[in-house]
């Protein structure tokens, strides 16, 4: 009955931010991927974009499993906001669409050097993005050399 009426509230703009604050405390301690909880957070975020609010979501999306281009979304807000999140980078690896080219920001290229976690076809696609970095780097190093 609580989370209907929350639900209700979020979808109609009727939550204050304290309000929200307090259901983003209580999502975060659930213990199980929940759509609806999840549809409410993204609401919430949308309207008080607190970093406390995008650690519940990509928490959510991590319990679900969820690895789709909307997650990337999150998982990439949640990368560039440095969220301290276990598997974070694991999640946003697993998420990338690997037909687009990828441009890694430099807590991803760091976070990777160290063991990770990444199945052999992410360690590829990360290995093939941070060649094609660095020979980028050489082209552009041999250009100012002449």
Request: hydrophobic residues 40%; charged residues 25%.
């Amino acid at each position: 009955m609580i989370v209907q009426a929350l639900h209700w509230g979020c979808k109609n703009h009727f939550i204050e931010k304290e309000t929200a604050l307090r259901y983003v405390y209580l999502a975060g301690r659930l213990r199980q991927y929940s759509a609806g909880v999840l549809e409410d957070m993204t609401l919430l975020y949308e309207r008080y974009p607190e970093d406390e609010i995008l650690t519940v979501i990509c928490k959510m999306l991590m319990r679900g499993q969820i690895t789709t281009k909307d997650a990337f979304v999150w998982y990439e807000r949640g990368v560039n906001h440095n969220l301290k999140i276990t598997e974070l980078y694991e999640y946003y690896m697993y998420s990338i669409d690997e037909k687009e080219t990828m441009a890694f920001t430099h807590s991803v290229l760091l976070y990777f050097l160290y063991d990770n976690h990444l199945t052999v076809d992410k360690r590829r696609c990360y290995m093939l993005t941070l060649c094609g970095k660095r020979t980028k780097i050489r082209r552009h190093m041999n250009l100012i050399a002449h």
